[in-house]
């Protein structure tokens, strides 16, 4: 770890930014004062752990029954519209007394960015949010609990080995291409890996076992009207209670669908929120102006943010770039672009929660677009299709054949149970692997470096909802053209919809070429 002698040169201000918002649950005694980014991290003894959180990160506890629940970050149930984390420890731990399938009936109606806990005098239960959106690392190997929400904070605080193989990986042509993600459930790290959604980790006797409690499926029995009006109902008093949550709330915007089906899921609340979009190149700019424009129509105030095109138009630039590394898992850098939208928003202060509209793509069947409309996936997983999914391998087959393994391992871990999953198995790789490993870890150590972030479309309920359209709809996505039409008809009246301009028809058929060739390919 001695490259990261960097970190001791930062400013006052800039030390406050490693591992911003972060947490590390654990039964080790941290001494503070030997890390400087760490001298300000609240401490709490919690039964055999030792709790420590950033200043800018929320926590609550509640105990009960000789257990204590422990939830850090945020959560918030619109179903029951309760708002208040210390209530919604209490409803968790009532129904945990009756019993499992009543807690577990409760958990998942939560929406949140969060880490929940439950700790008896013996064990530790961790659970991660429905998409793990709130990145948490933990180490298998050690009799010791080491539970956080950084992996370079575990490298650090552990003096971890590093992974051969990932090293290998990352170094790779293009790595850098589909995401700054790890395969699997893998950190940069040998003994550190990463949760995955849906599972429960019971930490007890210095081992881990991992259970699944949720398996996402398809709803057989409702109408696409039902399930519009179930989905915009979800996402419209997930929007009402954010702003009992943060005095400040604002929606990030574009013209896409995950976008203004958020839009129009606010409507009679508009007056809560403030809107944006930022600009940081040309591509950007066209998603900026179709957003103003629905505004427009809608009657609502919308500003566009322009970041300087300019690395050298800040004199903080390379110190935001290393801590964005460093919180992303010190991996690759972020897009410049990236890290200039960082400095820039960070000096904004006109609001204390960005609303984005990311898991949404659950819904949309990522994969079949991907490959060029697509619906023939193989019936059943292995660790080849997993890799062809995951990244582009055009050579380095010793490369390809380890990512397999990877994956084949991460099946036996997660899918053994699930065979005849009501939801295929790319559909639910997408939800418990792309978007936590690279979604969660964008939200968890880029965007966080700026405000809170909430994501109302982070509920299991929802997700499963906007799964059960059928395959040609969620192509199309008529189900969000619905939900739309429902909740605010004005949204889509301005015809604009603006697509991801990567994702081109030559690009769609290129990439389902490399499915057919590389999933079959011999190693």
């Not at 099946?411 to 792309?434: C, G, H, M, S, T």
Request: charged share 25%.
């Amino acid at each position: 770890m001695g490259q990261l002698n960097w970190i001791s040169e930062l400013s006052d201000l800039m030390i406050h930014k490693v591992f911003i918002r972060g947490f590390l649950l654990t039964e080790k005694q941290i001494e503070q004062n030997q890390y400087r980014w760490m001298g300000d991290w609240r401490n709490e003894q919690i039964g055999f752990c030792n709790l420590y959180v950033h200043p800018l990160q929320h926590f609550y506890t509640f105990s009960s029954d000789s257990r204590t629940f422990i939830l850090i970050g945020h959560a918030y149930n619109p179903f029951t519209l309760e708002h208040d984390e210390q209530r919604i420890l209490e409803m968790c731990s009532s129904c945990l007394s009756e019993n499992e399938g009543k807690f577990f009936e409760y958990f998942n109606q939560l929406t949140g960015i969060f880490a929940f806990f439950i700790m008896t005098e013996n064990d530790l239960k961790l659970i991660g949010d429905p998409t793990c959106m709130q990145t948490v690392f933990y180490t298998d190997h050690s009799k010791e609990i080491f539970v956080t929400s950084h992996s370079m904070m575990a490298g650090i605080l552990l003096d971890l080995p590093e992974d051969e193989y990932v090293r290998k990986l990352v170094n790779y042509k293009f790595f850098h291409l589909l995401g700054n993600s790890l395969p699997g459930d893998l950190s940069q790290f040998n003994g550190l890996k990463r949760i995955t959604p849906n599972i429960c980790y019971q930490f007890a006797n210095g081992s881990v076992r991992k259970e699944r409690f949720f398996t996402p499926y398809q709803i057989k029995n409702r109408t696409m009207n039902q399930l519009a009006v179930d989905a915009g109902t979800i996402l419209h008093n997930s929007l009402k209670l954010i702003p009992e949550k943060w005095s400040a709330p604002a929606i990030s915007l574009t013209g896409g669908c995950d976008s203004k089906t958020t839009l129009a899921c606010a409507n009679n609340l508009y007056d809560m929120y403030t809107y944006f979009s930022y600009c940081s190149s040309e591509a950007e700019k066209v998603d900026c102006e179709g957003a103003a424009e629905i505004c427009k129509r809608l009657g609502i105030q919308h500003s566009i943010i322009d970041i300087p095109e300019s690395c050298s138009a800040s004199d903080d630039y390379e110190s935001v770039r290393r801590i964005l590394k460093l919180n992303c898992g010190d991996i690759l850098d972020s897009n410049p672009n990236d890290i200039r939208k960082r400095i820039c928003l960070d000096k904004v202060k006109n609001y204390d929660v960005e609303v984005k509209s990311w898991a949404s793509e659950i819904g949309r069947a990522y994969y079949s677009k991907r490959f060029n409309g697509r619906k023939d996936f193989p019936v059943k997983p292995n660790g080849r299709y997993c890799t062809t999914l995951y990244k582009f391998f055009l050579h380095n087959r010793k490369l390809v054949k380890e990512t397999d393994q990877v994956f084949t391992q991460f099946i036996a871990d997660f899918y053994a149970k699930a065979d005849n999953n009501p939801l295929p198995w790319f559909e639910q790789f997408f939800w418990e692997f792309r978007v936590p490993s690279w979604n969660g870890l964008v939200i968890s150590g880029e965007h966080s470096y700026t405000s809170d972030i909430e994501i109302p479309y982070n509920n299991r309920l929802l997700l499963t909802i906007l799964v059960s359209a059928p395959i040609e709809d969620r192509i199309n996505d008529t189900l969000y053209s619905m939900i739309r039409s429902k909740q605010n008809s004005k949204v889509d009246e301005s015809g604009i919809a603006i697509t991801n301009l990567k994702h081109t028809a030559l690009r769609a058929r290129a990439e389902d070429i490399y499915w057919v060739v590389h999933s079959h390919i011999s190693i």
